[in-house]
């Protein structure tokens, strides 16, 4: 293996202890391992060049920003578990083994990612890669914005919403989800739209065919915001488009447990949830 990257989450002390004390494994083990932030992107995406595989010290959010910077070089991702929902982790770190990663005992799953641009007057603001999803969504101010669609160049409605996002698979489990959106199982490869609180819409949610391309015209008279995976903000004016489609690239995540692993972390995820509600659990910590 050429090298490892490990990256540990910079507000979570037992993040960088956990990365130093796999490091020393791994060197025992003749693996050079590279400990990073998780934040550093365009440093992981540097260093991805030249890894066999980036692991995660964090929860899913630390894996969004590793997914975006891992991608373009296929570098695959091992997430262990230090926060609190974990539908991306592979594991907890009691089930860390340097051993069978370094013999590469795993196995390789792919996920879509989006890809999202966005103008204003036919002048860029920016393109940008998402794993989970993109939203377009009202500003600081609650009041509704107006989003003129078209799917595949064919106009489909204006929403009178809150916002809409356009998801991933992956992102179904996530905003899509509270939204009151479907669940796709990871393998999917088509894209869901779901407009966010809509006034007086019987379309509450859309999956779309693979291949399948998203635009948005904007119509507010106040500031709206484009969001990517909930880290990524840019402010948005009337009249600012927004196109969303399937990224070139995937996610690439190393993967010990079982293939059919997801519908088992579902049903477990949904009930950790209902028993927080129903006040039954008291310690979700990772």
Not at 204 to 220: C, D, H, I, N
Request: hydrophobic letters at 45%; proline letters at 4%.
């Amino acid at each position: 293996m050429k090298q490892i990257l490990l990256l540990h989450h910079p507000k979570l002390p037992r993040s960088l202890a956990l990365a130093q004390e796999w490091a020393a494994q791994f060197e025992r083990l003749g693996t050079r391992a590279l400990l990073i932030s998780a934040w550093a992107e365009g440093e992981i995406a540097h260093e991805a060049q030249k890894a066999e595989l980036a692991i995660t010290l964090g929860g899913d959010g630390t894996i969004l920003r590793a997914a975006r910077a891992c991608a373009p070089t296929r570098t695959p991702i091992l997430g262990i578990n230090l926060g609190r929902v974990g539908f991306l982790s592979e594991m907890l770190p009691e089930r860390f083994d340097a051993t069978e990663i370094v013999n590469q005992h795993y196995w390789i799953e792919e996920r879509v990612m989006l890809h999202a641009a966005c103008a204003r007057n036919g002048r860029s603001l920016g393109e940008f890669e998402a794993l989970n999803d993109v939203v377009v969504g009202r500003g600081e101010l609650a009041r509704v914005i107006r989003l003129a669609t078209w799917i595949d160049g064919d106009y489909l409605k204006t929403f009178v919403a809150d916002g809409a996002i356009v998801a991933t698979a992956t992102g179904s489990t996530a905003y899509v989800f509270a939204a009151g959106g479907p669940v796709l199982a990871p393998e999917v490869k088509t894209l869901v739209l779901v407009p966010i609180a809509p006034y007086l819409s019987q379309l509450k949610s859309l999956v779309l065919p693979e291949g399948s391309r998203v635009a948005f015209r904007l119509q507010t008279d106040h500031h709206a915001i484009l969001t990517v995976d909930g880290q990524i903000d840019i402010e948005l004016e009337n009249g600012d488009q927004v196109m969303v489609q399937a990224s070139q690239h995937v996610a690439r995540f190393a993967r010990f447990q079982p293939r059919t692993y997801f519908y088992s972390t579902l049903v477990e995820r949904l009930r950790e949830r209902e028993g927080e509600r129903g006040g039954n659990v008291t310690n979700h910590s990772r």
